[in-house]
């Protein structure tokens, strides 16, 4: 449409908007609060899905789904019998077979299509998987630079896929993971690739979190103290130690207290038959799943938020869980395990105790001096507030990943955009910079390099002589 503003870049999504990712919802509203106009993709239909407050209207409706398998591979063959797609794509539909992955070269054709049409150069993903391979091919097909959002689970368990975790990372304009611990492995596992790599936190809402905190004191909820744990039942989040934990406690004599963890999965019969086990169904819960507004006002009554993460025998694990960031921001002291991400958000003795993993009694131990030192709860849970909003908070998660994409020259210039902050203007500036300094330095050799030259035709003017 004539007049419409243009796109500053794309998002590719695996799925979006889904419930078990607000996170990317909170950073695209908020990307777009900050003045970009990101053109999103969802590569699955999520419209049949449930949604809540969390996704506005608008943002939804701006979403373009990418159509049904069949329908997409005869728009594809359609594109290509009338001779529009670029041959790099014509030559991989071609000798690509019927590998397992071929749906991201249909996708990755579909998308750089729109893309080129809306005028976007630059894409970017979240997690390590679906949505960053179509950017992959992107890339080769269109010439469309790409960066993504490394997570957890997409890092440490690689796919066995054509397209893995080491062709992403050289192929990527930028890499954004979550943690500081990614950051390190990332930068280790691929040398050649570290100054690519920049950390950004997941961010958070913490508005109902630090509105219901303000209600009352963490821990006034009535009866014995609440230790809260919430997280989908399976390996990686430790339930059983937290069961095994609160046996412990009670054989120690510790004061009356209730456990309660939230959430459902297939590891509900094994947690049950273990609390059965060890005669703690006075003690702990298992409460099932609850909205988000339930979560929050759980939060809201608990003393201590517990989550013994743990490695899973396969390698899988939690790098920065988002439930920590939530009772932080509750006003809650947190007990966690020194794993992958986990200590960049519990600093121990600090906002709250940490201890290794698979390790029940200390667990528990940790759990004891809390439950039983308000006064200590109290300050534990403060410092977790303030680090949340320094570090968590979705106006500067975003901001950081804006800075980044723009610093990098992979948001289109926009006058508009560059002059909502000086330090924007100045990244526009330098990238501009940067891009001027390498065409020179191609196109008109250095006056070191000239005297050389010129050296070089004197030496071989007095050989000839």
């Given at each position: 449409?004539?007049?419409?503003?243009?796109?500053?870049?794309?998002?590719?999504?695996?799925?979006?908007?889904?419930?078990?990712?607000?996170?990317?919802?909170?950073?695209?509203?908020?990307?777009?609060?900050?003045?970009?106009?990101?053109?999103?993709?969802?590569?699955?239909?999520?419209?049949?899905?449930?949604?809540?407050?969390?996704?506005?209207?608008?943002?939804?409706?701006?979403?373009?789904?990418?159509?049904?398998?069949?329908?997409?591979?005869?728009?594809?063959?359609?594109?290509?019998?009338?001779?529009?797609?670029?041959?790099?794509?014509?030559?991989?539909?071609?000798?690509?077979?019927?590998?397992?992955?071929?749906?991201?070269?249909?996708?990755?054709?579909?998308?750089?299509?729109?893309?080129?049409?809306?005028?976007?150069?630059?894409?970017?993903?979240?997690?390590?998987?679906?949505?960053?391979?179509?950017?992959?091919?992107?890339?080769?097909?269109?010439?469309?630079?790409?960066?993504?959002?490394?997570?957890?689970?997409?890092?440490?368990?690689?796919?066995?896929?054509?397209?893995?975790?080491?062709?992403?990372?050289?192929?990527?304009?930028?890499?954004?993971?979550?943690?500081?611990?990614t950051a390190g492995w990332l930068k280790e596992r691929f040398p050649r690739q570290r100054g690519r790599v920049r950390r950004v936190y997941?961010?958070?809402?913490?508005?109902?979190?630090?509105?219901?905190?303000?209600?009352?004191?963490?821990?006034?909820?009535?009866?014995?103290?609440?230790?809260?744990?919430?997280?989908?039942?399976?390996?990686?989040?430790?339930?059983?130690?937290?069961?095994?934990?609160?046996?412990?406690?009670?054989?120690?004599?510790?004061?009356?207290?209730?456990?309660?963890?939230?959430?459902?999965?297939?590891?509900?019969?094994?947690?049950?038959?273990?609390?059965?086990?060890?005669?703690?169904?006075?003690?702990?819960?298992?409460?099932?799943?609850?909205?988000?507004?339930?979560?929050?006002?759980?939060?809201?009554?608990?003393?201590?938020?517990?989550?013994?993460?743990?490695?899973?025998?396969?390698?899988?694990?939690?790098?920065?869980?988002?439930?920590?960031?939530?009772?932080?921001?509750?006003?809650?002291?947190?007990?966690?395990?020194?794993?992958?991400?986990?200590?960049?958000?519990?600093?121990?003795?600090?906002?709250?105790?940490?201890?290794?993993?698979?390790?029940?009694?200390?667990?528990?131990?940790?759990?004891?001096?809390?439950?039983?030192?308000?006064?200590?709860?109290?300050?534990?849970?403060?410092?977790?507030?303030?680090?949340?909003?320094?570090?968590?908070?979705?106006?500067?998660?975003a901001r950081a990943l804006r800075d980044g994409l723009v610093a990098g020259g992979k948001v289109r210039f926009d006058v508009g955009l560059?002059?909502?902050?000086?330090?924007?203007?100045?990244?526009?500036?330098g990238q501009r910079l940067r891009r001027i300094g390498r065409r020179l330095r191609v196109r008109k050799p250095s006056r070191f390099a000239?005297?050389?030259?010129?050296?070089?035709?004197?030496?071989?003017?007095?050989?000839?002589?």
């Open positions: 449409m004539p007049g419409t503003p243009r796109h500053h870049f794309a998002y590719v999504f695996e799925r979006f908007p889904t419930f078990t990712q607000t996170f990317c919802v909170r950073e695209v509203t908020e990307m777009r609060r900050l003045g970009l106009r990101p053109l999103v993709f969802s590569i699955r239909d999520t419209r049949d899905e449930p949604l809540d407050e969390h996704f506005p209207a608008e943002l939804v409706e701006s979403v373009h789904f990418l159509p049904p398998r069949e329908e997409l591979t005869a728009l594809v063959k359609a594109w290509k019998a009338e001779g529009a797609l670029p041959q790099e794509a014509v030559l991989t539909l071609r000798h690509w077979g019927d590998v397992p992955d071929k749906g991201r070269v249909y996708e990755a054709i579909y998308v750089g299509m729109k893309m080129r049409e809306a005028g976007v150069a630059h894409a970017h993903s979240h997690f390590a998987g679906v949505g960053a391979r179509c950017c992959f091919w992107l890339k080769r097909f269109f010439g469309s630079s790409y960066s993504f959002t490394g997570h957890a689970n997409d890092l440490f368990e690689e796919a066995p896929f054509e397209v893995g975790l080491a062709d992403l990372m050289r192929e990527a304009a930028l890499v954004v993971t979550v943690s500081d611990y997941n961010g958070l809402d913490l508005a109902p979190f630090e509105a219901a905190a303000r209600e009352g004191a963490p821990g006034d909820g009535g009866g014995p103290p609440l230790v809260l744990s919430v997280g989908r039942l399976i390996e990686k989040k430790g339930f059983d130690d937290l069961v095994r934990a609160c046996a412990h406690l009670r054989s120690i004599g510790s004061p009356p207290f209730r456990c309660v963890i939230v959430g459902d999965g297939p590891l509900e019969g094994e947690l049950r038959e273990l609390i059965e086990k060890l005669g703690v169904g006075g003690e702990v819960e298992l409460a099932g799943a609850k909205t988000q507004p339930e979560i929050i006002e759980l939060l809201s009554r608990a003393a201590v938020f517990a989550l013994p993460c743990v490695t899973e025998k396969g390698g899988g694990k939690d790098n920065l869980p988002t439930v920590i960031m939530e009772a932080m921001a509750s006003r809650l002291p947190c007990v966690s395990t020194r794993l992958a991400g986990v200590p960049e958000m519990v600093v121990h003795g600090e906002t709250g105790l940490l201890t290794g993993e698979r390790e029940p009694e200390a667990f528990a131990e940790a759990l004891a001096d809390l439950l039983g030192d308000p006064a200590l709860r109290g300050r534990m849970g403060a410092a977790g507030q303030r680090r949340a909003r320094e570090l968590f908070a979705k106006e500067e998660t560059a002059m909502r902050s000086p330090g924007l203007a100045a990244r526009y500036l000239l005297a050389e030259q010129a050296a070089k035709r004197a030496r071989e003017a007095a050989d000839v002589g």
